[in-house]
């Protein structure tokens, strides 16, 4: 065995010279040849084994520990002869400079006779770099140190596994860009320099305006070549300092670091939009499609992440409301209690996991009490807070732009519900609340289109109900809109009557159907004269000029009787059903042969 550490000197030299008897000899002699025979396939175990084994004397005084052997894996691993090491430092670990607090950290463990172990760069003597787990034991005999033994790790491969792991979980598979979860950790490092350096960051969200289209209309393949093409162009935005990552969907979030002020975030917004702007030309296709863009800035919006998220997102909403291109989290809209802005984001998440859900309420024919429509009434199934009233978050979807959305997915699920009604023998109308909001969209006669025809549903099955109030916010727009979609034979209705300033004869000309008499009258008509005659003079109102009429809020029979004597058209109310789910109302129609015991009473 050339060269080994593990040397045969054990003591031979005492068993010759001491005088003990035969028998006893040859025991340990044999036990020796045993010993040796251990020791010599150790030897050649250390040798041929695939990690590197180096020994190494134990410092002493000043004098570092020297190589006393090598084995093969370790000459292997770095490319070192045999010859060239014995001898040498620690330096022949070949820990790279830039780690010399690793390589210091060994030396001083060594001095101090205690265990070390790390993970390090290692250099090979080719210049090519290994990453390697290297550990150094000390081997003791009788208390006193003899040697260092030392075992090196070749595990580049399981690091680069390692490695090429961690870009999966924080990248985004499509684009390549940092993905959430990167981006949380980085805004919260470029929030952590700032505090320190007393310096502004902004966070920029990004939505881009036209992608559902994009994608409905070429297909995923299409939407997916176009956002590896937004990542692109956004990137070239960015210096090397900021990031930009994508948060799902047709999302993207950028980060300014050390922006000197909102105007230097604005500017950087400004550059997102430019470069967006050329069109993207897909498979031949020649695509425009805008982006709005919501800023928050640390420390004025914000100090920590989450908050910095909520200001972002909500600002987006309002340029995308506002078509402004981008906006800056304002006190007006974002800075809300901390309540409204958290429920601003879940009520985004809300929309997209589908965690609203549709009731309906019937809309009885006085006369002949059979159901007319079902009323469909939002509901929102919060996880923590329960069942949340319209009332509850429609005023903020209002605010913040959500609304847009809202109202797709509304008129989208309560025209799938219509159809799978009438598939099912049960041909009911319903009846749409249309906030002010929506009413101004120039694009909702064109969705209602699209959406009667997604669902394949005779324009007649919807009813759309719009406030007085949202009718005279911009009455000549509202005009136009009503009258696009009664052109296309859609019903309409003016929710809540009464409650508004609407002057009557603004009534005669909007193109409507219908007048909801607000339930504040209908409550109390059984019991307030003023009630009762109002109720009474919009009923004469409404017929004189040829809509119907509908009571909401019957909560009672007497009401109902009232109504009836009134010759009012329709009721509405908790007496006759309560809001309730597609199936409940199947139910109901069924129990009630349609709503028709109600005439009897
Ligand atoms: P609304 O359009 O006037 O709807 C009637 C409201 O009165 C509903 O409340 C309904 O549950 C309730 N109601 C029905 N019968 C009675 C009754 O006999 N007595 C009393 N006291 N109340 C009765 P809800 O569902 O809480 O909705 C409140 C408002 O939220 C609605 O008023 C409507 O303006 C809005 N809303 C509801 N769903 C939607 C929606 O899908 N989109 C939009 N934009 N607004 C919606
Ligand atoms: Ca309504
Ligand atoms: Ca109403």
Request: charged share 20%; hydrophobic share 45%.
């Given at each position: 065995m050339p060269d080994g550490p593990v040397e045969t000197t054990t003591s031979l030299h005492t068993a010759w010279t001491t005088d003990i008897g035969v028998p006893e000899l040859e025991r340990r002699l044999a036990e020796q040849r045993l010993q040796s025979e251990q020791l010599r396939l150790l030897g050649t175990a250390v040798h041929v084994a695939e990690e590197g084994i180096a020994i190494l004397t134990p410092a002493v005084e000043a004098v570092g520990p020297r190589v006393a052997f090598v084995n093969d894996g370790f000459c292997g691993m770095y490319g070192y002869k045999r010859e060239d090491v014995?001898?040498?430092?620690?330096?022949?670990?070949?820990?790279v400079e830039r780690q010399q607090s690793i390589a210091d950290a060994l030396l001083h463990h060594v001095f101090e006779t205690r265990p070390f172990a790390a993970e390090v760069t290692a250099q090979r003597t080719d210049g090519s770099e290994m990453e390697i787990d290297l550990q150094l034991v000390p081997v003791e005999d009788a208390g006193q140190l003899t040697h260092w033994v030392a075992f090196v790790h070749d595990v580049t491969m399981a690091k680069t596994q390692v490695v090429s792991l961690r870009h999966q979980a924080t990248?985004?598979?499509?684009?390549?860009l940092p993905n959430r979860t990167l981006l949380f950790d980085a805004l919260e490092a470029a929030i952590t320099d700032a505090r320190e350096k007393n310096a502004m960051v902004a966070l920029l969200l990004m939505d881009l305006d036209r992608f559902k289209e994009v994608n409905d209309t070429f297909g995923h393949h299409f939407g997916d070549v176009l956002l590896r093409q937004v990542a692109f162009r956004l990137q070239n935005q960015m210096r090397g300092s900021d990031m930009v990552a994508r948060l799902g969907g047709d999302e993207f979030a950028m980060i300014v670091s050390d922006a000197a002020d909102a105007q230097a975030a604005a500017l950087a917004a400004r550059r997102v939009l430019n470069a967006l702007e050329l069109p993207f030309v897909v498979e031949g296709q020649v695509l425009d499609v805008g982006a709005s863009i919501g800023i928050a800035l640390y420390p004025t919006h914000g100090a920590d992440v989450r908050s910095l998220l909520r200001g972002a997102d909500v600002a987006m909403y309002t340029a995308k409301e506002n078509q402004s291109g981008y906006s800056f989290h304002s006190?007006?809209?974002?800075?809300?209690s901390p309540d409204q802005l958290a429920l601003v984001a879940e009520l985004r998440v809300a929309i997209e996991r589908g965690q609203l859900e549709l009731h309906y309420q019937p809309k009885l024919h006085l006369r002949s009490g059979l159901m007319t429509r079902a009323e469909v009434l939002i509901r929102w199934n919060h996880p923590s807070r329960g069942f949340l009233a319209p009332t509850e978050f429609i005023p903020l979807a209002e605010r913040t732009g959500l609304i847009r959305p809202l109202t797709d997915w509304l008129l989208d699920r309560a025209l799938e519900q219509c159809r799978a009604w009438q598939d099912a023998g049960a041909p009911v109308h319903v009846a749409v609340n249309i906030s002010a909001k929506s009413l101004l969209d120039q694009d909702l006669p064109q969705k209602v289109h699209a959406a009667l025809a997604r669902w394949n549903?005779?324009?007649?099955f919807l009813k759309i109900e719009i406030t007085e109030s949202s009718i005279m916010a911009d009455p000549a727009h509202a005009l136009a809109i009503l009258a696009m979609l009664q052109s296309m034979g859609v019903r309409l209705s003016v929710d809540?009557?009464?409650?508004?300033?609407?002057?009557?004869?603004h009534l005669r000309e909007l193109p409507i159907d219908e007048i909801k008499i607000d339930k504040s009258f209908v409550g109390q008509m059984t019991v307030s004269d003023a009630d009762a005659a109002i109720v009474r003079t919009v009923i004469h109102l409404a017929h004189d000029l040829g809509k119907q009429v509908c009571a909401e809020g019957v909560e009672d029979e007497a009401t109902w009787k009232m109504l009836c004597d009134l010759g009012c058209d329709l009721a509405q109310g908790y007496w006759i059903a309560k809001p309730m789910p597609a199936g409940e109302l199947m139910q109901w129609l069924d129990q009630n042969s349609w709503g028709l015991h109600r005439k009897s009473s």
């Amino acid at each position: 065995m050339p060269d080994g550490p593990v040397e045969t000197t054990t003591s031979l030299h005492t068993a010759w010279t001491t005088d003990i008897g035969v028998p006893e000899l040859e025991r340990r002699l044999a036990e020796q040849r045993l010993q040796s025979e251990q020791l010599r396939l150790l030897g050649t175990a250390v040798h041929v084994a695939e990690e590197g084994i180096a020994i190494l004397t134990p410092a002493v005084e000043a004098v570092g520990p020297r190589v006393a052997f090598v084995n093969d894996g370790f000459c292997g691993m770095y490319g070192y002869k045999r010859e060239d090491v014995i001898g040498q430092t620690p330096e022949i670990f070949g820990i790279v400079e830039r780690q010399q607090s690793i390589a210091d950290a060994l030396l001083h463990h060594v001095f101090e006779t205690r265990p070390f172990a790390a993970e390090v760069t290692a250099q090979r003597t080719d210049g090519s770099e290994m990453e390697i787990d290297l550990q150094l034991v000390p081997v003791e005999d009788a208390g006193q140190l003899t040697h260092w033994v030392a075992f090196v790790h070749d595990v580049t491969m399981a690091k680069t596994q390692v490695v090429s792991l961690r870009h999966q979980a924080t990248h985004d598979g499509l684009t390549g860009l940092p993905n959430r979860t990167l981006l949380f950790d980085a805004l919260e490092a470029a929030i952590t320099d700032a505090r320190e350096k007393n310096a502004m960051v902004a966070l920029l969200l990004m939505d881009l305006d036209r992608f559902k289209e994009v994608n409905d209309t070429f297909g995923h393949h299409f939407g997916d070549v176009l956002l590896r093409q937004v990542a692109f162009r956004l990137q070239n935005q960015m210096r090397g300092s900021d990031m930009v990552a994508r948060l799902g969907g047709d999302e993207f979030a950028m980060i300014v670091s050390d922006a000197a002020d909102a105007q230097a975030a604005a500017l950087a917004a400004r550059r997102v939009l430019n470069a967006l702007e050329l069109p993207f030309v897909v498979e031949g296709q020649v695509l425009d499609v805008g982006a709005s863009i919501g800023i928050a800035l640390y420390p004025t919006h914000g100090a920590d992440v989450r908050s910095l998220l909520r200001g972002a997102d909500v600002a987006m909403y309002t340029a995308k409301e506002n078509q402004s291109g981008y906006s800056f989290h304002s006190r007006e809209t974002g800075t809300r209690s901390p309540d409204q802005l958290a429920l601003v984001a879940e009520l985004r998440v809300a929309i997209e996991r589908g965690q609203l859900e549709l009731h309906y309420q019937p809309k009885l024919h006085l006369r002949s009490g059979l159901m007319t429509r079902a009323e469909v009434l939002i509901r929102w199934n919060h996880p923590s807070r329960g069942f949340l009233a319209p009332t509850e978050f429609i005023p903020l979807a209002e605010r913040t732009g959500l609304i847009r959305p809202l109202t797709d997915w509304l008129l989208d699920r309560a025209l799938e519900q219509c159809r799978a009604w009438q598939d099912a023998g049960a041909p009911v109308h319903v009846a749409v609340n249309i906030s002010a909001k929506s009413l101004l969209d120039q694009d909702l006669p064109q969705k209602v289109h699209a959406a009667l025809a997604r669902w394949n549903v005779d324009p007649r099955f919807l009813k759309i109900e719009i406030t007085e109030s949202s009718i005279m916010a911009d009455p000549a727009h509202a005009l136009a809109i009503l009258a696009m979609l009664q052109s296309m034979g859609v019903r309409l209705s003016v929710d809540d009557f009464g409650t508004g300033y609407s002057s009557l004869t603004h009534l005669r000309e909007l193109p409507i159907d219908e007048i909801k008499i607000d339930k504040s009258f209908v409550g109390q008509m059984t019991v307030s004269d003023a009630d009762a005659a109002i109720v009474r003079t919009v009923i004469h109102l409404a017929h004189d000029l040829g809509k119907q009429v509908c009571a909401e809020g019957v909560e009672d029979e007497a009401t109902w009787k009232m109504l009836c004597d009134l010759g009012c058209d329709l009721a509405q109310g908790y007496w006759i059903a309560k809001p309730m789910p597609a199936g409940e109302l199947m139910q109901w129609l069924d129990q009630n042969s349609w709503g028709l015991h109600r005439k009897s009473s």
